[in-house]
């Protein structure tokens, strides 16, 4: 039987759950003039739900993640390729002749997909300018096109002032609908609501929560109930307190519940022996980021671990808020009602330790 649980990618079809507001809510900002900004921590389920949004829509669409692009020249050649598996090259070949560097387009043999370059050395700056504004002309008002960018706050990290290019070359654009993607709350606010970036009041921003309990419990327990059909429920309960419903490790725990019932049937602590499963197999990772805490992390961590309060009059307030600053922006620590470990496992990790002092 397969694992009916997914996670670490893009989740599609049966493996993806509820989001219907958002889905709506994104379906109907796309078909206006405007652009959308999604925020979340990482991992709450940004790209999958734009993705199947996008899908739905029926509209072309290209995606780009920014972290996996490496510079503006490459940014440029990936939007490239991915806009020509929307648009065959031989219906837009009189377009790219005005480009000012002429791309180097090959067909992989292995894939049949499209392999753009441009040479080494050139100017990326000219690189994006043309590529999006071929973007724009293959495009009209009435049937625009959407871009989703994703990790769009690592556009910061990819060439000194691109984010004031980016938004001059955006500025005049009518046939895209971007649609920008960002984990990093802090860079992303700063982005797009600080009134001296570029990209001040670009589009309308969204904030994607955690999925609603009542929704995620359905989904579990219905899967688990294959495997445990008299403790599916309980189950579900379990795994939601443990990881406070964050989409990602829920699923991830769902998954491992789920081997554990399949590999041990019969087992009487199924929940309990997954967790220990996940743990173990990420201590050396835990052990080493932890190594690397200076005193004043590892005590707040220490601290939202337990659940004890933080204003304890060990560290002044303004030394505990800049700690937690940087532990959310590095993904540690998230805020959603109240500040929380990010990673239930790395949680345990922790508390583990506690029993055995090791710092
Ligand atoms: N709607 C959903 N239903 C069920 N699980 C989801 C959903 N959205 C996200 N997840 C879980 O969270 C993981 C991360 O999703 P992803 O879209 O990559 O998040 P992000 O882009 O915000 O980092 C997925 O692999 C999946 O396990
Ligand atoms: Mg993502």
């Keep these: 039987m397969e694992n009916p649980f997914k996670f670490g990618t893009i989740v599609e079809a049966e493996y993806f759950t509820d989001r219907v507001d958002e889905v709506a809510y994104i379906k109907e900002y796309v078909k206006s003039a405007n652009h959308l900004v999604l925020i979340s921590p990482r991992r709450f389920g940004k790209s999958s739900v734009v993705a199947k949004t996008v899908k739905q829509s029926g509209r072309k669409h290209i995606t780009v993640n920014l972290q996996q692009v490496t510079s503006v020249s490459d940014l440029s050649a990936t939007l490239l390729r991915e806009f020509f598996k929307v648009h065959p ?52 008002e009435k049937d625009r096109i959407i871009v989703v960018l994703d990790e769009f706050q690592d556009i910061l990290d990819l060439a000194p002032n691109f984010d004031k290019q980016l938004r001059s070359i955006m500025q005049n654009q009518k046939h895209i609908n971007y649609i920008l993607l960002g984990s990093q709350e802090s860079m992303m606010t700063d982005i797009f609501e600080n009134k001296k970036s570029p990209f001040y009041h670009f589009g309308q921003m969204m904030r994607l929560g955690k999925l609603p309990r009542e929704d995620f419990h359905r989904y579990l327990s219905e899967r688990l109930t294959k495997i445990f059909p008299e403790s599916c429920n309980e189950l579900a309960d379990s795994i939601l307190n443990y990881t406070n419903c964050h989409p990602y490790y829920s699923q991830q725990l769902a998954a491992n519940v789920w081997q554990v019932g399949v590999l041990q049937q019969g087992i009487e602590n199924p929940f309990e022996t997954a967790i220990g499963h996940i743990v173990a197999a990420h201590g050396l990772d835990f052990e080493r980021i932890w190594m690397n805490f200076n005193r004043t992390n590892r005590w707040i961590l220490k601290r939202l671990s337990t659940g004890k309060p933080l204003q304890s009059g060990e560290y002044r307030t303004s030394t505990i808020y800049s700690a937690l600053k940087r532990l959310q922006k590095d993904g540690y620590v998230i805020y959603s009602d109240h500040y929380e470990m990010e990673d239930p496992f790395f949680r345990e990790w922790i508390l583990a330790s506690e029993e055995t002092p090791f710092a």
């Design 89 to 140: 090259l031989e219906r837009i070949r009189h377009l790219i002749t005005h480009f000012r560097v002429i791309p180097t387009v090959s067909t992989n043999p292995v894939t049949g997909s499209m392999d753009v370059s441009f040479q080494p050395g050139a100017d990326g700056t000219v690189l994006i300018e043309d590529v999006l504004t071929l973007i724009e002309r293959a495009h009209t």
